[in-house]
């Protein structure tokens, strides 16, 4: 995650990357819901690539500034689904997916011979004003890799909960479903752990948080 105070041309391309890595994990979400048999987002005119529509603002502006927030929401109701456990898994497992879908089209360009431009490299340019195409694409890579793997983390109230709990056998999903708010005390407890510079889940998604960046972006972190 992104600590240090970012300059302007940094944080005009963090709300442009942002917008669009929300707006297409909720309509991932609400479209495959939808598939799956779930009308709750088309009916509540939710299914829609309108980045406004479903964003939490001040998720937003946290993630924009500190690189953590919750950044949008989606109806889903696993009551609809023509199969509750495979259609609920498929609905919360699209959105981390597509970013790292969209992770992998921003890295095309790097893949032809672009070079990027990582978050530090973009820290030393204070005084850069307006973002360039190499910039947008690099934090476009870094923050859906990132989404990526900080939403499939285990734990409520982030996607991976739902996918644990969906893969789990049905009896033992059953028995681990109250310790929801457990795990919700836990998340914030490590986010909190963070800001103290005891990143616990730094080095949780790190090394693959890494591979994936060096994967994308062809050079060594």
Do not use: C
């Given at each position: 995650?992104?600590?240090?105070?970012?300059?302007?041309?940094?944080?005009?391309?963090?709300?442009i990357v942002?917008?669009?890595?929300?707006?297409?994990?909720?309509?991932a979400?609400a479209?495959?819901?939808y598939?799956?048999?779930d009308?709750?987002?088309r009916?509540a005119?939710?299914m829609t690539?309108?980045p406004?529509?479903?964003?939490?603002?001040?998720?937003?502006?946290?993630?924009?500034?500190?690189?953590?927030?919750?950044?949008?929401?989606?109806?889903?109701?696993?009551?609809?689904?023509?199969?509750?456990?495979?259609?609920?898994?498929?609905?919360?497992?699209?959105?981390?997916?597509?970013?790292l879908l969209?992770a992998?089209?921003a890295?095309?360009?790097?893949?032809l011979?672009?070079?990027?431009?990582?978050?530090?490299?973009i820290?030393?340019?204070?005084?850069?004003?307006?973002?360039?195409?190499?910039?947008?694409?690099?934090?476009?890579v870094?923050?859906?890799?990132?989404?990526?793997?900080f939403?499939l983390?285990?734990?409520?109230?982030?996607?991976?909960?739902?996918?644990?709990?969906?893969l789990l056998?049905p009896?033992?999903?059953?028995?681990?479903?109250?310790?929801a708010?457990?795990?919700?005390?836990?998340?914030?407890?490590?986010?909190?752990?963070s800001?103290?510079?005891?990143?616990v889940?730094g080095?949780?998604?790190?090394?693959?948080?890494?591979?994936?960046?060096?994967?994308?972006?062809?050079?060594?972190?």
């Open positions: 995650m992104l600590f240090q105070l970012p300059s302007i041309a940094e944080l005009i391309a963090r709300v942002i917008l669009i890595a929300m707006d297409v994990h909720e309509f979400h479209y495959v819901a598939r799956m048999g009308t709750t987002a009916d005119g939710r690539l309108n406004f529509v479903n964003i939490n603002w001040f998720g937003f502006l946290m993630w924009v500034a500190i690189g953590f927030g919750i950044l949008g929401s989606a109806p889903v109701n696993e009551y609809r689904m023509r199969d509750r456990r495979w259609g609920m898994l498929a609905a919360v497992a699209a959105g981390p997916i597509s970013n969209l992998a089209v890295a095309i360009p790097f893949w011979g672009m070079r990027p431009d990582l978050p530090a490299g820290q030393a340019g204070r005084a850069a004003l307006i973002p360039t195409i190499p910039q947008i694409l690099t934090i476009m870094y923050f859906n890799v990132l989404l990526f793997l939403n983390i285990p734990l409520f109230p982030l996607d991976g909960w739902t996918v644990l709990l969906k056998p009896d033992m999903s059953y028995r681990l479903a109250p310790y708010q457990f795990s919700s005390y836990l998340f914030f407890g490590l986010i909190f752990l800001f103290a510079r005891i990143d889940l080095a949780i998604i790190g090394p693959p948080f890494n591979f994936l960046l060096r994967f994308f972006l062809f050079r060594s972190l």
